[in-house]
């Protein structure tokens, strides 16, 4: 693509748009890169000459200064978390001058940085991908942020539990360079850089709950075949170009285990390498394995799905099954609507103080509901939605939405985001006595933390995250993830991402440095049967012991960390006396009942 003339003027709004959020903050952001590098460093960019790149309806063309300011904040962050590499970049930017440009050579697949002839350091981007994953602009960062933070902390422990199980010492190689490498010469492996510390490891903590789920661990036998077959002590991951199976494989070689996928599902085999493939032992092996009447357990590639590492579960103590709505404590008369608003105030108590956590049983709360704020629903957000053009505007979740936008999703939620809600939100929400409460959905974080740190350290309000959907579809609904997605239900691949998905936002309330300011809800309105959704036919006994699997694997995870902090469970319209006593009384757990005033009232208005 030939370099675009820049503009001679921007529009209007957009001017306002550089002014306010770019340009008159010119000077700090200066400040900031200059105290991250150990010099003082100046910022030259031409808003001009980088906005003919965005489309016409874009972030980049509509609000060039939060743009700019954006991909200057990724660039600050990561040089203030990579401190070593300043150095080299003070000396290879001799003239200490960062600047932006389009990317002519096509290095990056969305942005990167780039040192250039006049001294300078250039953020580049993609000639049709402005605005794009700006958090990209040193291209190596994401990898090494996704192994550094997803990858290295947990692999002792895998390392550890693979030795108490085969009663040996293994090597695991992650081979991230090669797989990084393989990944970037397709299509499929674009923007995995983040995730590949989180995908392998799931990969080699897969071969752990295999190897627990055939009984590795309890047959002296089976390690002892293993443990000759495994020679070299190492275990490989590796991207092939075919596997036998439809997602990922193991397969023994020279001595060698390898845990093996092809690059279009490595998104997607994660964790169940011995599901759809099968694991090749030397023939002596598999005879005294066929001996023991166990090998087709052990090879058969249409092996069930491993069982996570949880307690068994039975839904058949649940408690009785009551009328959710019966349980409010509340009445919920009919009313005539009708124009007039009133103000409140009502003063409870505030849900954040003195370090203290809440107790359920007793704290009252006067809340509201963010959700449809990082969650988008077409009903909730119409006007918006209706406004993304017709293709987009027929859409009826969020899924088809992005498929309809395609490059401009990421952009064009980016900025529903920041004009949905901000600080001055939490200021009306406290002027009517209301403690708080905030949804989290995918990789906003910065938007959530801006928001409940504010509505904390402000008002001292309580914030309860909840997780909308998991991964797969847990109703068949938009909410739970997308209409006619149900996948979450006896899928381990879905309950591991759905395992990380609460870990990311367990390490947002653990580094909030307010612990005590937090719940989480984990899961929301779960059902396997859309026939009796909104009732307790919604969900059968089968899918109950699903979800008491993973509320087994939330709660180990939460005690981890501080066994105060509470857990949400919402009741899938089974009532709270249903649930309560399918845990232990000591766990800090309340159930929540979602009476909607429309509904209960038959107020639709």
């Not at 991951?237 to 397969?251: K, M, P, Q, Y």
Request: charged content about 25%.
């Amino acid at each position: 693509m030939p370099r675009l003339p820049p503009l001679d003027k921007l529009p209007l709004a957009a001017r306002k748009n550089l002014r306010d959020k770019w340009q008159n903050k010119l000077a700090d952001f200066e400040e900031q890169l200059s105290k991250a590098m150990g010099v003082d460093w100046k910022i030259d960019i031409d808003a001009l000459a980088v906005v003919p790149y965005g489309a016409e309806v874009s972030w980049p063309r509509e609000s060039p200064g939060s743009m700019i300011a954006n991909y200057v904040e990724e660039v600050v962050k990561e040089l203030e978390r990579n401190p070593k590499c300043r150095d080299g970049i003070n000396k290879l930017a001799s003239a200490h001058v960062l600047t932006m440009d389009v990317d002519e050579e096509e290095t990056f697949d969305a942005c990167g940085a780039k040192f250039i002839s006049d001294g300078k350091l250039a953020i580049v981007f993609g000639a049709d991908r402005l605005g794009f994953y700006t958090g990209d602009a040193f291209w190596h960062k994401n990898l090494e942020k996704g192994i550094r933070e997803d990858y290295e902390p947990d692999i002792a422990d895998v390392q550890s539990d693979l030795k108490d199980i085969i009663k040996k010492d293994l090597i695991l190689v992650p081979n991230f360079e090669e797989t990084y490498k393989k990944l970037k010469l397709t299509k499929e492996g674009t923007d995995f850089d983040q995730y590949l510390g989180a995908i392998i490891l799931n990969f080699f903590r897969g071969l752990v709950s295999t190897l627990k789920w055939r009984k590795f661990d309890s047959d002296d036998m089976l390690q002892e075949v293993l443990s000759e077959a495994l020679e070299k002590g190492e275990v490989h991951f590796r991207i092939l170009d075919e596997v036998e199976g439809s997602s990922g494989e193991a397969a023994i070689e020279d001595g060698f285990l390898y845990l093996q996928t092809i690059a279009k599902t490595i998104g997607v085999g994660r964790g169940l390498i011995f599901q759809n493939g099968k694991l090749w032992v030397p023939p002596d092996a598999s005879q005294v394995l066929s001996n023991s009447n166990i090998s087709a357990l052990l090879f058969s590639t249409a092996a069930a799905a491993p069982q996570p590492d949880y307690s068994v579960t039975s839904s058949a103590n649940h408690g009785k099954v009551a009328k959710y709505q019966k349980q409010c404590p509340f009445s919920i008369p009919h009313v005539k609507p009708h124009n007039q608003r009133y103000e409140h105030t009502i003063n409870f108590p505030k849900g954040c103080e003195s370090g203290k956590f809440i107790i359920w049983k007793t704290y009252k709360a006067n809340g509201i509901n963010l959700g449809a704020w990082l969650a988008k629903e077409k009903t909730h957000d119409p006007v918006w939605w209706n406004s993304l053009g017709t293709k987009a505007a027929a859409t009826i979740d969020e899924w088809g939405l992005c498929q309809a936008l395609g490059k401009q999703c990421g952009p064009m939620l980016e900025k529903r985001y920041e004009s949905f809600l901000n600080t001055s939100t939490i200021d009306t929400l406290s002027k009517v006595g209301v403690p708080g409460s905030a949804f989290y959905h995918g990789r906003q974080q910065d938007h959530l933390q801006n928001i409940t740190q504010y509505a904390i350290e402000r008002y001292n309000m309580h914030i309860i995250i909840g997780i909308h959907s998991l991964s797969g579809g847990v109703n068949n609904l938009d909410i739970g993830e997308a209409f006619g997605h149900d996948g979450w239900f006896y899928n381990s691949t879905n309950l591991a991402w759905s395992f990380n998905a609460f870990d990311k936002v367990l390490d947002f309330v653990k580094t909030s440095g307010h612990k005590n300011a937090f719940t989480i809800a984990p899961l929301n309105e779960v059902s396997d049967n859309l026939a009796g959704f909104g009732s307790a036919a919604g969900l059968s006994d089968k899918a109950t012991n699903w979800v008491l699997t993973y509320m087994n694997g939330v709660f180990q995870r939460v005690e981890d960390v501080d066994k105060r902090i509470p857990v949400m469970l919402q009741d899938n319209f089974k009532g709270a006396a249903f649930w309560s006593a399918l845990f232990d009384k000591k766990r800090s757990l309340v159930i929540d009942s979602h009476v909607y005033y429309f509904a209960a009232s038959g107020t639709y208005s």
